[in-house]
């Protein structure tokens, strides 16, 4: 390799570099968790899923997250981890169990755009 063709290299990476890095993000996305009371789920975090893009959202004492660097456009699966209570060893769920798994959840959201203000509703553990 010359050393005209490295210097070219050289050049050309960050801004490579720059381009891929620049292609993630795209519409903040904000809202509140809660139960179909209306009372907040005040711990954990949701993870959005694309299949090729994640993003996570820590849920504040209020119910609340924002993701405020955005998700690129696109159809996403949403989870929620640390939504319990008690020891670790023997946590008690604060949600259905469903929305702790990509295959059975049913919280997802559509992002085209721009920015998203949204609401989702959490059911409380089924009853034994």
Known sequence: MSSKQIALSLCTLPLLMFAIGCGQGGATVRGKVQFEDGSPLTQGELIF??????EIAPIDDQGNFTI?????????KIIVQGASEGDYTAPKMLI???YI??????LELNVEGSASDIVLTVDRPKKK
């Open 68 to 76: 405020a660097k955005g998700l690129p456009d696109g159809n996403y």
């Open 101 to 106: 798994d990509y295959r059975s959840t049913d």
């Open 49 to 54: 899923d694309s299949g090729t893009y994640s």
């Open 96 to 98: 259905d169990k469903r």
